[in-house]
């Protein structure tokens, strides 16, 4: 009995391989088919690999629909994407749906919200969303101003290569903020 257990769960799994190496295979012929302006047969490779279990294959989606690349723009597919692609473990999926309710594109502008997201896609270590929180306690919004958290959000984004935080940090410095 559990060596058949064993077995199932054995072929259960090189299964899921298979199918997200499959879905892999999917996001690489989609990448292919973006950089050669074929967004119709980019949108298809990219829903089969998001279908198959790429987070990568849903971000992409939603970026072509946030962007309107290839198609005419459609925030509510795009907020659709980069939700499945984030509940997928996508912290760009998070960052973007965080700009998106920060700006109000296709929801109601939420800074509450925007703050929560950008906060899921920074503990995943993405460094432009230390940026983006870095600049929302800055300028205080979702909260009042809390330049001593903007330096320590901005400095981290430096750390992680974003180069437009050196200079909001340069800024800070020369203005005396949080410093």
Do not use: P, W
Not at 38 to 64: H, I, P, T, W
């Amino acid at each position: 009995m559990f060596k058949s257990i064993l077995h199932a769960v054995l072929v259960g799994a090189l299964c899921l391989g298979s199918i997200q190496g499959e879905g892999n295979s999917y996001f690489l012929m989609a990448q292919k088919a973006y950089k050669s302006k074929d967004y119709q047969k980019a949108l298809e490779y990219f829903q089969k690999a998001g279908n198959m279990g790429s987070a990568e294959g849903y971000f992409s989606l939603g970026v072509m629909y946030h962007d309107g690349q290839g198609i005419g723009k459609n925030y509510q597919k795009a907020l659709q994407y980069y939700q499945k692609a984030a509940n997928m473990g996508s912290a760009l999926a998070y960052n973007n749906l965080a700009i998106m309710y920060h700006d109000g594109q296709g929801v109601v502008k939420d800074y509450q919200k925007a703050m929560e997201y950008y906060k899921k896609a920074a503990d995943m270590g993405l460094a432009s969303a230390y940026f983006n929180l870095g600049l929302m306690y800055h300028n205080g919004q979702s909260v009042g101003k809390d330049y001593q958290k903007a330096l320590r959000y901005y400095r981290k984004a430096a750390n992680g290569g974003v180069a437009t935080a050196y200079h909001n940090l340069a800024i800070m410095y020369a203005k005396g903020q949080g410093v």
